[in-house]
């Protein structure tokens, strides 16, 4: 759990010293463990949390209901922080709920709430007990977002869990709606008034005021039976020197509208010189111990006197505390606004001193966000600013983003052109969300201001040039700035060195330097692991996987993903984490994992908006459609990635884009599409980088072979293996062997197509691939048929069925067919003339008829009709 995180906001509150017996108010509280939601509304001082407090604890006994408390603040408007305090509030009372949501909502752009809270639902609904968490102060909460998600944890409760909600004023949720259904209990103003029993009981037998039943029901008529009320006046006839209390409560009469502000005057006036001072000048503060309060106040004794006052006085509440802490308290809530009222009426010239004394206290104590809002508060912006700057990357990383930005906004504008850390820190949560449009005014802004003697903030900025120029295909630009932020980052400086050691990664991963990205990657992720820097490690790992991939190395690259799946379950932008080990299950042709995997990619993809990331589910979703034999759905899915890339994604999509419709293409048998859609880029093999030297050069090799042209098909693909072979590139070595086995099969160099199969498949056989295989066809499937390896066997046993029944009975088929010949009898078969067969394969007429002639004489017919026919029955349209 987090550190950051109060656990006195999520501690029931102790009872109330002054506790007052009310069954009537606690017998209709009980009602909630019928209701998933209850409302407790009502002004302030009419002990809405008290009542709660009371009719929770009758509830644990009865029905053993859990009970999670979280009281709100000002501070707890924003999505992230509300939910991980409720998540951390779960975790404490049920161990077994809320770990799942606190630990997705850690981290730069953490996980969108609405799929944590259906993960928390299921969580909850396998306890077997009650649950009910309260929400104290939920006046505070005005972020419709928050109401939204609330509204479907509500909606989709199971029977166990009861939300109860303490507010001042009626929340915007759909009360009406849960009120007509039976599933909300209210409980208003009228019934928390105290009626003649409970005010009795109060003023006689808890206060011992021994005022008579007429002085009892006047204080009652007057106050209308606002408990705080009656509160305080009890308070002020305790003190009262006079003989008789009647003449003070006929003055308390007279003073109906304004009662609250005069007995806060008459408590007040009561009280010795130095408590009166004393609570004045901390009125400012929203929670305080002894020495906090003798810091604020330039005093001493302040913890004593806190511990006389919350004994004696109901205007300072005991908060929870851990057994060795110092004790904190805070006002009573009407109490403080109008002893804050007061204070600025009384020396509003110290009030703005007060609050940075608060600050300096915090600041010295390494609570950054209180110190801070103070700071703010009393207009210490150069304080403020001096901290945002110190805990800028903290709140970035630590899914914080927000709060940043909001502090941003409160300081004024020549103070924000001062913050060079903090705006760097605001690029890298853009980065990190995808929005790389909006990055570069925040680094020019920070390069403009920043200090000559920080190297490892200089480092950031140009580890975050180098991650948008990656994304924009500028490799040589990207290696530049990241060699600048390797060598600005000081070695003991962890979260630049991991930025810098990112970024090299990234840089040579783009150029093409694979062996090189690996090691650097190696590297950095360990870094970002040991710099907190969650996020980066996670991606760096997808990344590292693609890179294993690549080499044909899917036990590193599963070894490398494995182990972030389970911590990117949550996390929209570690979206590629799924989507490279979709890739590794695909290759081992364990297609419905890989489709489950790839539609949690697509979820979080969604979530975090990032268009490079959906276009890649997209691509691979479609590859998973080509194997699955859903050619239109492929369609759809490139189609849609198309729609992605055209929005702006990194340079590197766009190759593999092109390279997936050629290869869909040539499965649906439309050989000039494919080739168009390849001349959309160059395909010279040295004048490319990075993917798209993956990428394009093994496609240009497949349509070759399918315009059956074996022969520069081969001498094309000496040159991909050697290329590949050299730079280590084995997964593209064993993709090209297999395309190079087909070459010299229908060149019938039988002997240097069984050397080629049997080196792919010694390469191949250790890291179990399977797909790439079958993704060559029927044709394949015979000379693996004619090796006889054990490995060949159980790849032959992976083709579809009619494919190993054909297989099976190689010697009652005719004379194989070429690959020319193959390509016609296709185009026969989708009724195109000699003329339109001659146009598609870029041929003359005279050579299409000396193509049909031979395929005729193969298969020993004499007419097209019967060509088809049998076609179909020696199965060789689905050897394709």
Known sequence: MSESLLRTKIALPARHHRFIPRPRLITQLHRLIDVPATLVSAPTGFGKTMAVQEALRALATRHAAAIAWLTLDVHDNDPVQFWRYVALALHTTLP??????????????????????????????????????????????????????????????PPNLHIVFVTRADPPLPLHRWRARGQLLEVRATDLRFDLTETTTLLNDVMRLGL???????????????????????????????????????????????????????????????????????????????????????TTGSAALLETLAQTHGFIVPLPSAPNDEPWFRFHRLFGDLLRGQARRTFPEDVDALYRRAAAWHAARGDVEQAVEYAIAGHDFAHAAQLIERSANTLVMEGRAALLERWLNLL??????????????????????????????????????????????????????????????????????????????????????????????????????????????????????????????????????????????????????????????????????????????????????????????????????????????????????????????????????????????????????????????????????????????????????????????????????????????????????????????????????????????????????????????????PEGYVRIFLDAGARLARLLHRIGSAYAGRLLEAFPSSVRARVANLTESPEPLTDRERDVLRLMARGLTYRQIASELVVSVNTVRYHIKSLYSKLQVNSRTLALARAHELHLFEED
């Open 96 to 157: 077994a709920c809320g770990a799942t949501l606190i630990e997705a909502l850690t981290g730069p752009q953490p996980a969108p709430v609405r799929s944590l809270l259906a993960a928390t639902l299921n969580e909850i609904t396998a306890q077997t007990q009650h649950l009910v968490l309260v929400l104290d102060d939920y006046h505070l909460i005005d972020l419709h977002a928050i109401h939204d998600d609330l509204t479907f944890l509500i909606e989709y409760a």
């Open 212 to 298: 008579s039943a007429e002085e009892i029901m006047t204080l009652l008529r007057q106050t209308e039976g606002w408990p705080a009320a009656l509160s305080m006046a009890g308070l002020a006839l305790r003190d009262d020197t006079a003989p008789s209390p009647t003449r003070h409560i006929a003055q308390l009469a007279q003073h109906n509208r304004f009662i609250i502000e005069y007995l806060t005057d008459e408590v007040l006036a009561q009280q010795p010189a130095e408590v009166r001072a004393l609570l004045l000048r901390i009125a400012v503060l929203e929670r305080f111990c002894g020495s906090l309060c003798d810091a604020v106040a330039e």
């Open 412 to 765: 004024p504008d020549a103070w924000r052109q001062t913050m060079p850390r903090a705006g760097v820190a605001v690029a890298w949560a853009l980065i990190l969300r995808g929005r790389y449009s909006e990055v570069a005014p925040y680094l020019d802004q920070a390069e403009t201001t920043m200090l000559p003697d920080a190297p490892a903030l200089r480092g950031e900025l140009h580890a975050a040039r180098a991650v948008l120029a990656e994304t924009q295909g500028r490799a040589a630009e990207a290696l530049v700035h990241a060699r600048q932020a390797l060598d600005l980052a000081p070695a003991d400086h962890l979260i630049a060195q991991a930025v810098a050691h990112t970024a090299i990664a990234g840089a040579l991963r783009i150029s093409g330097d694979i062996d090189a990205a690996i090691v650097a990657y190696e590297q950095a992720v360990p870094l970002c692991q040991a710099a907190r820097l969650r996020l980066p490690a996670l991606l760096g790992r997808a990344h590292l996987g693609l890179l294993y991939l690549t080499q044909g190395r899917l036990r590193s690259a599963e070894a490398a993903l494995k182990p972030a799946l389970q911590s990117a379950i949550f996390i929209p932008a570690a979206s590629p984490v799924f989507i490279a080990y979709s890739a590794i299950l695909i290759e081992r042709n364990q297609l419905e994992d890989a489709h489950q995997h790839l539609r949690h990619a697509l979820d979080l993809a969604q979530q975090s908006g990032h268009t490079a990331a959906l276009a890649q589910c997209h691509l691979h979703l479609a590859r998973l459609r080509r194997a699955q034999g859903d050619l239109a759905g492929a369609q759809v899915a490139l189609d849609t990635a198309a729609t992605f890339t055209a929005q702006g994604v990194p340079a590197w999509v766009e190759p593999l884009l092109i390279a997936e419709r050629v290869r869909l293409y040539l499965d649906q048998g439309a050989v000039t599409k494919a080739r168009h859609a390849l001349a959309s880029r160059g395909t010279d093999i040295e004048a490319v980088a990075g993917a798209v030297r993956e990428a394009l050069p093994l496609i240009r090799a497949r349509l070759l072979l399918h315009q059956g042209r074996s022969a520069d098909a081969r001498a094309f693909l000496d040159n991909i293996i050697a290329s590949a072979e050299q730079s280590g590139r084995q997964g593209r070595v064993i993709e090209a062997l297999i395309l190079r086995t087909l070459a010299c099969a229908a060149l019938n160099d039988e002997a240097a197509a069984r050397d080629d199969l049997q080196r792919a498949l010694a390469m191949a056989e």
